[in-house]
């Protein structure tokens, strides 16, 4: 197998990420396809009481395991598998089982500070920035978080007000800068979509070719 393809997809919480990243797997399907989310990679916190897990900055840098995710990404990039952490939400710290993953043609790797880390950059042949407007992401945030990971209404936006959105303009917004594709309204851009798609399948066409 050739050197897979890179697909970097970042953009703030509830952007519409994974519904890019989604369609570029749709749209691949007769090639062989894994998504490696950076989600799964927050540093093991066990050692911590609950509260002092809820107290912890989820959308700063330092709470990724980066060098674990650089580590990663680079055997799945020279065609070896890893074993991925299994990060469980409710509890605010990874569960301590592990999923095995294979190297495919195409890795889409998805996160909201994938193209902060420089490291984590350079390994990319493409990278995306899904550019929503902040209301649109706190709505949907608050419907993700309620239903599918245990918090209240009051918690969502107080998180969202106090630590989200000010780490949003500090970290996540800059990242455009680094992006070769900008992606507005995520997913319902149809157009932007088919362009990412028409990139993805000439670098395919060159590398296979």
């Not at 074993?83 to 592990?98: K, Q």
């Not at 918090?151 to 969202?160: A, H, T």
């Not at 992006?179 to 851009?189: Q, S």
């Given at each position: 197998?050739?050197?897979?393809?890179?697909?970097?997809?970042?953009?703030?919480?509830?952007?519409?990420?994974?519904?890019?990243?989604?369609?570029?797997?749709?749209n691949?399907?007769?090639?062989?396809?894994?998504?490696?989310?950076?989600?799964?990679?927050?540093?093991?916190q066990?050692?911590?009481?609950?509260?002092?897990?809820?107290?912890?900055?989820?959308?700063?840098?330092?709470?990724f395991?980066?060098?674990?995710?650089?580590?990663?990404l680079?055997?799945?990039?020279?065609?070896?598998?890893v074993?991925?952490?299994?990060?469980?939400?409710?509890?605010?710290?990874?569960?301590?089982?592990f999923?095995?993953?294979?190297?495919?043609?195409?890795?889409?790797?998805?996160?909201?500070?994938?193209?902060?880390?420089?490291?984590?950059?350079?390994?990319m042949?493409?990278?995306?920035?899904?550019?929503?407007?902040?209301?649109?992401?706190?709505?949907?945030?608050?419907?993700?978080?309620?239903?599918?990971?245990?918090?209240?209404?009051?918690?969502?936006?107080?998180q969202?007000?106090?630590?989200?959105k000010p780490?949003?303009h500090?970290?996540?917004e800059?990242?455009?800068r680094?992006?070769?594709?900008?992606?507005?309204?995520?997913?319902?851009?149809?157009?932007?979509?088919?362009?990412?798609?028409?990139?993805?399948?000439?670098?395919?066409?060159?590398?296979?070719?």
């Amino acid at each position: 197998m050739a050197q897979p393809i890179v697909i970097g997809v970042t953009g703030g919480s509830g952007s519409g990420k994974s519904s890019v990243s989604r369609q570029i797997v749709e749209n691949f399907s007769d090639l062989s396809v894994l998504l490696l989310q950076q989600d799964s990679y927050y540093r093991d916190q066990s050692d911590l009481s609950m509260e002092q897990r809820r107290q912890v900055n989820y959308d700063h840098p330092l709470a990724f395991d980066n060098d674990l995710f650089f580590q990663h990404l680079t055997t799945l990039i020279k065609g070896g598998g890893v074993e991925m952490p299994v990060y469980d939400f409710a509890s605010f710290t990874r569960t301590g089982e592990f999923q095995f993953l294979e190297s495919r043609e195409v890795i889409i790797v998805e996160g909201i500070l994938i193209l902060d880390d420089v490291r984590l950059r350079n390994l990319m042949d493409i990278k995306v920035y899904v550019d929503t407007d902040d209301d649109i992401r706190l709505c949907r945030r608050i419907l993700r978080d309620i239903k599918e990971r245990g918090r209240s209404i009051d918690s969502v936006i107080n998180q969202y007000v106090d630590v989200v959105k000010p780490m949003h303009h500090q970290f996540v917004e800059p990242q455009k800068r680094y992006a070769d594709i900008i992606v507005p309204e995520g997913g319902y851009n149809q157009v932007a979509i088919d362009l990412l798609t028409t990139k993805v399948a000439t670098i395919l066409n060159h590398v296979n070719g």
